[in-house]
């Protein structure tokens, strides 16, 4: 039976040229690069300029991506940006996107699961082109999250950077098996009763104002080790697959100690997952789709190679995606 799959064509991501270092909080909050660096594997992250907004960002990864497709904006259909730090509260931040990138067709609009955005806006993207609505779909992953840290919370403003990951998707026809390419299987799941253990004190019609990030670090770090080797292990089911399969973990960059607790519970090997959190902090919903860049880019990704991607974040929202390369 023939069916439309979603495959990777093109890949693309932007880091903001601001690096501070561990160091830098140390010299003014009662923190270390030795604590920030062993409860977490960051050692630096990068942070937007002033006036830097993340349709900037979201535009430079858009554009290597489109670059590395080989193709022209009006060739896409829609654009799906997952973000929990818009420009402004509306238009959304991919119609900003759509129009900087002179893509005069087709629609385009914003999808919020913080951490888990990308995952989402992949299992979305892959709606549109499993059901013949769209042919090639460009997803991203774009936050400024220096925008909604407290500088005085050493347990969180140490942990976030800015930064944005884009892929382009397109429509291929495959057999409806394991052995296709393409996006094979998405599992997603959400839990409000959550929602505060992560979230941001403001809002448009709570307080008026942005708001700053508050965690409960602990907690959001019992779910996460829990949940995120479930929801890889469930769409790898699936898939038709096992961990055995995997050949590419690419999670959500949060703590390398997560990853790691997820990677042993799936029985695969680090050498076996993509990182990046040391050198990017936790990006949220641009986490993915950087790292997966990042590989690509040092040529580790083969055609044929099966991927995983899992990330939890904010709501409790969280999940995974099973893709060939
Ligand atoms: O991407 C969205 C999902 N988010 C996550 O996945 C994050 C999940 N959580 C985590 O990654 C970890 O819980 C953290 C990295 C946030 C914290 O690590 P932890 O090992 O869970 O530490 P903790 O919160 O239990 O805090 C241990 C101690 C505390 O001191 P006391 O109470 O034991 O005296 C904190 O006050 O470390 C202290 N602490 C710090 N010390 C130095 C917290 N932040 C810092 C800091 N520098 N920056």
Redesign the pocket.
Known sequence: MSVRRSVVRGVGHHLPERVVTNDE?AQR????DE??RS??GIERRHFAAEGEMTSDLALRAAERALGDAGLEADALDAIVLATSTPDLTFPSTATKVQADLGMTRGFAYDIQA??AGFVFALANADMLIRTGEADRVLVIGAETFSRILDWDD???C??FGDGAGAVVLEAAEGKGDAGDRGILAVDLHSDGRYRDI?YVDGGVSSTGSAGCLR?Q??E??KH?VVKLAETAEAALGKAGLTPADVDWIIP?Q??L??ISATAQKLGLPMERVVVTVGEHG?T?AA?IPMAMSVAASEGRLSPGDVIVTE????GLAWGAAVLRW
């Open positions: 909080f909050l009662d923190t270390s604590w920030i409860r977490t913080v951490c050493r347990s969180t140490v942990l992560l965690m670090g602990r959001v770090f996460a959500h949060a703590n100690r997560i936790n949220s986490s990330a939890i974040g904010g």
